[in-house]
């Protein structure tokens, strides 16, 4: 019998393992199903999207979570504020992504619904899923235009890591959405800029994003080691990208310090003004 040459027996094995990897990922279709992210269903289970633009939620919404695991139903005011919030001149405000709106939660397990409900403070739960902190200040800013909210406090919720396959990282959200908003605004015959500098990390989030979307197979070994995968196979950042990573993230940081300023002074001219209309008043 003729020796098989090392090329042929390299294919045969590629061939086999595929055919394997194909077999074990139809018997995890079949066996153990996993629902890819998170759906968000209507009251008829029909999915629906949550989101009215890239700054905010639709309004009352009665939505069902649903993910391998958790399952929960969420609610949204008027406004497409994540129930239940003040609609009307908050005196606190809280900024964040999933986390911060509960993703996964009932409305009264958030830790914002059992903060302001402790507390008994009047509040306005912002999170939105998906987001960094340039959207979620994007966001006040329009509240704060739109219903003239004057809030005593906004709390923002900033989660930093420091690996590239770890959803929910700020740091380099803030980035992806400086970019989106420089591409937006400069024209395509207009040199490279800084913020074109390559994100290993953006890359690898979108094979981890391909990956789970498609195969069964993955979203079952990450459901069940998900942790581990994140701890040793994501790269930490390279210096150069971490620091553009913490100087978008500094000057959304700055933004929201302006955007205070801005809200006082404009409280003080109210309060000045109302002041000397009662004095008017009184004189009369």
């Not at 970019?179 to 981890?208: I, K, W, Y």
């Not at 195969?215 to 942790?227: D, E, K, T």
């Not at 930490?236 to 002074?265: K, Q, S, W, Y």
């Amino acid at each position: 019998m003729q020796k098989r040459t090392r090329p042929a027996t390299i294919l045969a094995v590629v061939f086999g393992i595929l055919v394997c990897v194909v077999v074990v990922e139809f018997l995890s279709r079949l066996l153990f199903q996993v629902v890819p992210g998170t759906w968000f269903l209507d009251e008829e289970g029909q999915a629906i999207g949550i989101e009215a633009g890239e700054l905010g939620l639709k309004g009352n919404l009665l939505v069902r979570q649903l993910a391998p695991d958790y399952d929960a139903v969420a609610r949204t005011t008027v406004l497409g504020l994540r129930a239940p919030s003040a609609d009307v001149s908050p005196k606190v405000v809280l900024l964040g992504d999933s986390f911060t709106f509960g993703l996964g939660l009932a409305d009264g397990e958030t830790f914002a619904a059992l903060y302001c409900s402790r507390l008994g403070l009047q509040c306005a739960n912002l999170g939105h899923p998906g987001t960094a902190t340039r959207r979620q200040r994007q966001s006040l800013e329009l509240m704060l235009a739109k219903e003239e909210w004057r809030p005593r406090e906004v709390h923002l919720f900033l989660l930093g890591m420091s690996t590239a396959l770890f959803a929910g990282n700020d740091f380099f959200e803030n980035v992806a959405e400086r970019r989106a908003d420089d591409a937006h605004a400069r024209s395509s015959t207009e040199p490279a800029s800084r913020a074109n500098v390559p994100s290993s990390g953006g890359r690898l989030r979108r094979v981890q994003a391909l990956l789970l979307g498609h195969s069964n197979l993955a979203r079952l070994l990450y459901l069940h080691f998900g942790q581990w995968m994140r701890t040793v196979l994501a790269p930490a950042p390279g210096v150069g990208e971490f620091e553009f990573a913490l100087e978008a993230t500094r000057d959304e940081i700055m933004g929201l310090g302006r955007l205070a300023n801005e809200v006082c002074n404009a409280c003080r001219a109210e309060h000045s003004a109302a002041t000397e209309r009662a004095i008017v008043s009184a004189k009369c």
